[in-house]
């Protein structure tokens, strides 16, 4: 999973993949909360916590100043925080993200705590911008996010912030299905549901080289 997250970010942004001494220095992102969002089906939500996670990840990971250490670790919308701390401390990350989306029939609130990796010590409440109010604007809610993240001391990054359009929910749901599916090893499914989200939204950077990744 984490391998497969860093590949995302790198095919996306055009970055080299993290080194093992660039991950001693990283940022976990541990996955997105999506338990008490409400206007979707408990499984779109499970998908969209799965795409919006890998987004997050590779807007992060868009500072050369960082090298993102993805993992999942979210059961029924909730992040098992002992569980991430576990795998951010073996990748060596210093800092874990768990992010939160709250959507009330399509009103959003997206934020991320900034935890110590090691102590699992609050670092910051990191909330999202208040303009980006909408379900459908999730996808350039996330990069603003992302911006807000970088710029926290304990992060220590200066980030240039790469503009990103709408992507419509439909496709980000067909690309956190596509996600789980390839994690379960069925890449056929996988590669469905990744050009599902493709014909969604043909500028999907991630979900178009998600696509290629499977063989689609």
Do not use: C
Not at 11 to 34: M, Y
Not at 45 to 67: F, H, I, K, M, Q
Not at 127 to 151: F, H, M, T
Request: glycine share 12%; hydrophobic share 50%.
């Amino acid at each position: 999973m984490r391998n497969r997250l860093q590949t995302i970010a790198a095919l996306a942004l055009g970055l080299s993949l993290p080194s093992t001494r660039l991950a001693a220095q990283g940022v976990s992102v541990a996955g997105f909360e999506t338990d008490g969002s409400v206007g979707l089906t408990r499984d779109e939500y499970d998908a969209l916590g799965r795409a919006l996670s890998a987004l997050l990840s590779a807007e992060v990971g868009g500072s050369a100043a960082l090298a993102v250490d993805p993992v999942s670790t979210v059961r029924a919308g909730r992040v098992d925080v002992g569980a991430a701390r576990a795998a951010a401390a073996k990748a060596g990350a210093k800092v874990l993200v768990v992010g939160t989306l709250l959507d009330q029939y399509g009103d959003i609130h997206v934020e991320a705590r900034v935890l110590n990796a090691t102590t699992g010590e609050p670092i910051a409440v990191v909330r999202g911008n208040p303009a980006l109010v909408k379900r459908e604007q999730l996808a350039e809610a996330i990069a603003d996010l992302a911006d807000r993240i970088a710029r926290q001391p304990a992060v220590g990054a200066t980030r240039t912030s790469i503009p990103r359009g709408s992507v419509p929910v439909a496709a980000l749901v067909q690309f956190g299905r596509g996600l789980r599916f390839e994690d379960a090893g069925n890449r056929a499914k996988a590669a469905e549901a990744y050009r599902a989200a493709v014909k969604a939204a043909p500028g999907f950077t991630e979900a178009t080289a998600a696509l290629g990744r499977v063989g689609g």
